[in-house]
Nanobody, 120 residues
């Protein structure tokens, strides 16, 4: 069974930095894409950043220049370095992986979510 386990959330002051990590475990044949989404209270879940197995990256306009995604297929782990954090970055951050497990077809998998709070 595939699992995504996130770590690294917490409370940080505006202008500060945090790093998130997500490790995919289980019987995985291949990971096509990994990424981070976030959901703030009362809002829809949105893409923050994604990375393909080839290393191509994609960012939400609101985080470009501040967040960096790295990792991907090779180590089944993805990282999100968040700098210059703003109160509007406050949300639950979810790891996502588009992958093929050993026992079934290609599908999306999600982590349990980790809270990021930016506040003074």
């Amino acid at each position: 069974q595939v699992q995504l386990v996130e770590s690294g959330g917490g409370l940080v002051q505006p202008g500060g930095s945090l790093g998130l990590s997500c490790a995919a475990s289980g019987s995985i044949v291949i990971i096509y894409n990994m990424g981070w989404y976030r959901q703030a209270p009362g809002k829809q879940r949105e893409l923050v950043a994604a990375i393909t197995s080839g290393g191509s990256t994609n960012y939400a306009d609101s985080v470009k220049g501040r967040f960096t995604i790295s990792g991907g297929n090779a180590k089944n782990t993805v990282y999100l370095q968040m700098n210059s954090l703003k109160p509007e970055d406050t949300a639950v951050y979810y790891c996502n992986a588009d992958l093929v497990p050993l026992t079934t077809r290609r599908n999306d998998y999600w982590g349990q979510g980790t809270q990021v709070t930016v506040s003074s």
